[in-house]
């Protein structure tokens, strides 16, 4: 070796090792502490849209944005509850001289476009991340919150998903941090005095659940991102029984957006994520393409049946009734008194089901009347429900005593 190559050697491996105590430095400052974020009365039941990232992902532009919440409008999504259209990563360009964050030459006029999403009476979402960067490596709110949280009122955004994913890098991996940067941007948007939902997004790290409320956070990620295959969807649905003790009107559980139409899970499979999902309940953020919704995608995003369950105004969790084999019966009380009741069969093969009504309580011992949410059909009359659930299917049904039908009788 040359007293050059070793010259040039020893000056790169110093720029790594001081490039990896610069690293060390500041991630191993801590967060300063924030105070508890008041809630801001939004979200009373699981927010209901469209998000970008599960169809898009990186390739979301403006044009795109406005053709879906055309299609949201055409399609009656909106008419059925879904309003917030959410630009996921990727729309965010560098920041002015002043420290101000623009779009990228993909979104242009971001206050045009939340114009054209609200001329149609819907809510415009967009994405951040407390990290310099977000996930996908553009500019993310770290030291500009307030800044940040100003600019997205005055374009008029209503909704905003805090990605903590950027931010790993900057500080220890621990709930104080993740807790502190995310009530930072909590107590930013509430200065703004606009309305704007506040999601969280993270992998349920830290149970984020038991703390998600004291940053000012309607919703918050419980898992890693989602798949379209049936693994990764179920996975995340049935892992929220667990954890629905930290969910509610105004701050919300989410397993992620809805996989619906995007290709790689079955018609069934699709039922069961859009029924389990409702029945927990969770926020309903479909995630295909909304211009070209075959028959059954529609029929399934559309179930004003099962969306009904979903928006219950008295958001009370499911609960397991029973696990027999690979069936889980969930059931969750309606705030008029009746009960659904969801066979989930989770197996490879069709499933025979049956329940006695009087397992649901004592008021239904003189019997039930239940209607089926997917075939919309009243079920035969009797003392108990016999039926038969695909291969990762459900059978959704809403149960009323015979005593007093559509009463909490
Ligand atoms: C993370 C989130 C995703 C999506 C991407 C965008 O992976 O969990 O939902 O927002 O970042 O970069």
Known sequence: ????????????????????????????????????????????????????????????????????????????????????????DTWEGERSK?????????????????????????????????????????????????????????????????????????YPVTRENQEALFRRM???????????????????????????????????????????????????????LDLTAWSGPG????????????GGMTADEYRTQMSLWSILPAPLLAGNDLRAMDAATKEILLNHEVIAVDQDPAGTPARRLETRGEVEVLVRDMSDGSIVVGFFNRSEQPAKVDLDWRRLGDRFARGAAARDLWRHTAVAPGSAFTGSVPRHGVVLLRVTSAASPGKSG
């Open 1 to 88: 070796m040359t007293s050059h190559q070793t010259v040039r050697l020893s000056a790169a491996l110093l720029a790594v090792l001081s490039s990896w105590t610069l690293l060390a430095a500041s991630a191993s400052t801590n967060v300063p502490a924030e105070d508890v974020v008041p809630a801001n009365g939004l979200a009373h039941t699981p927010p209901m849209g469209w998000n970008s990232w599960n169809h898009f992902a990186g390739r979301i532009t403006a044009s795109d944005v406005r053709e879906m919440a055309d299609a949201m409008v055409a399609t009656g999504m909106r008419d059925a509850g879904y309003v917030y259209v959410n630009i996921d």
């Open 98 to 170: 002043t420290g101000e964050i623009q779009t990228n030459e993909k979104f242009g006029d971001m206050s045009a476009l939340a114009a054209y999403v609200h001329a149609r009476g819907l809510k415009l979402g967009i994405y951040s991340s407390p990290g310099a960067k977000t996930c996908a490596g553009f500019a993310g709110s770290h030291g500009h919150e307030e800044q940040d949280a100003r600019t997205y009122a005055a374009w008029g955004v209503d909704f905003l998903k805090y990605d903590y994913c950027g931010a790993t890098v900057l």
């Open 186 to 240: 909590g107590h930013a948007l509430r200065k703004t005095g606009r309305p704007i939902v506040y999601s969280l997004s993270q992998s349920g790290e830290f149970d984020i659940w038991k703390w998600g409320p004291q940053t000012g956070a309607n919703m918050w990620r419980t898992t890693p991102d989602i798949s379209d295959n049936w693994a990764s969807m179920s996975k995340r649905g049935f892992r929220q």
């Open 251 to 262: 701050h919300w559980n989410d397993p992620d957006m809805l996989e619906i139409g995007n």
